[in-house]
């Protein structure tokens, strides 16, 4: 059983920065892929970045060039980088674990962006 406990979500003004933060109950050196899925209310929930334990890295188009996915082995954390913040980016951010078949997900943070 792999938890994560996300952090970093608040309120934002469009064109601004925000990281979010998922530290996970183990070594995510040893977990396959994480990541950061968003739901907006009345929408599916989206992909909105992965990384695999071997570095590869996938991107929503949306997101491309503006957010950016990164882990910390030492500290057990996932990062999401996000700048350039518009509207369309507000959602609950949840960041999900893959470890051998079995997915794991935090408890979600919101990201609001609005003047």
């Known amino acids: 059983q792999v938890q994560l406990v996300e952090s970093g979500g608040t309120l934002v003004q469009p064109g601004g920065s925000l990281r979010l933060s998922c530290v996970a109950s183990?070594?995510?050196?040893?977990?396959?892929?994480m990541g950061w899925f968003r739901q907006a209310p009345g929408k599916q929930r989206e992909l909105v970045a992965r990384?695999?334990?071997?570095?590869?890295?996938n991107y929503l188009d949306s997101v491309q060039g503006r957010f950016t996915i990164a882990r910390d082995n030492a500290k057990n954390t996932v990062y999401l980088q996000m700048n350039s913040l518009k509207p369309e980016d507000t959602a609950v951010y949840y960041c999900?674990?893959?470890?051998?078949?079995?997915?794991?997900w935090g408890q979600g943070t919101q990201v609001t962006v609005s003047s």
């Open positions: 999900y674990a893959d470890r051998g078949g079995n997915d794991y």
């Open positions: 183990e070594s995510v050196f040893r977990i396959d892929v």
């Open positions: 990384l695999t334990s071997g570095g590869r890295i």
